[in-house]
């Protein structure tokens, strides 16, 4: 079986992300009830919004170029910098599709990655999904 990591999983994707996934990913309507959160790089969530959701324990990335940059405004944005150590920096500057931040204590984590070929969004987040299962970066 293809994808067996976002068959356990939940799924949020923000506005501005589309994409006709197969029916055994669920994607849930509200993050809260979400394993992760997604959203587009030009996504109408504010930062307040995206740094409560890592606050709250809920691993969050930016799904689109430049995604890392991007996840920093929105940080940035929403205080997320004097609420989180400075060592999320790592993840670089340079230019990624996908970049998830996930939350342990006062520390941000990184998951990030190019697309490449024949890139599908069942296939991004599965990655995800699975590099959180590996860590425990959530409660799935």
């Known amino acids: 079986m293809r994808y067996t990591a976002v068959r356990e ?5 923000g506005p501005n992300i589309s994409s006709d996934l197969p029916s055994y990913v669920t994607v849930v309507d509200d993050a809260t009830a979400a394993d992760v959160a997604i959203v587009a790089s030009d996504t109408t969530i504010t930062g307040e919004t995206v740094v409560d959701w890592l606050v709250d324990g809920l691993p969050t990335g930016v799904y689109g170029e430049p995604a890392i940059s991007r ?8 205080g997320g910098t004097d609420r989180f150590d400075g ?7 340079e230019p ?13 984590h990184s ?3 190019k697309i ?3 890139p599908t969004l069942v296939r991004v987040l599965d990655g995800v999904v699975e590099w ?3 860590n425990s970066y959530s409660d799935m």
């Open 116 to 118: 490449g070929e024949e």
């Open 87 to 93: 060592s999320y920096l790592s993840a670089g500057n």
């Open 71 to 78: 996840f920093m405004e929105l940080l940035r944005e929403g």
């Open 132 to 134: 959180l299962m590996d």
């Open 111 to 113: 998951y990030t990655g």
């Open 9 to 13: 999983s939940e799924v949020y994707l």
């Open 96 to 108: 990624h599709d996908i970049a998830v931040f996930a939350p342990e204590g006062d520390e941000l």
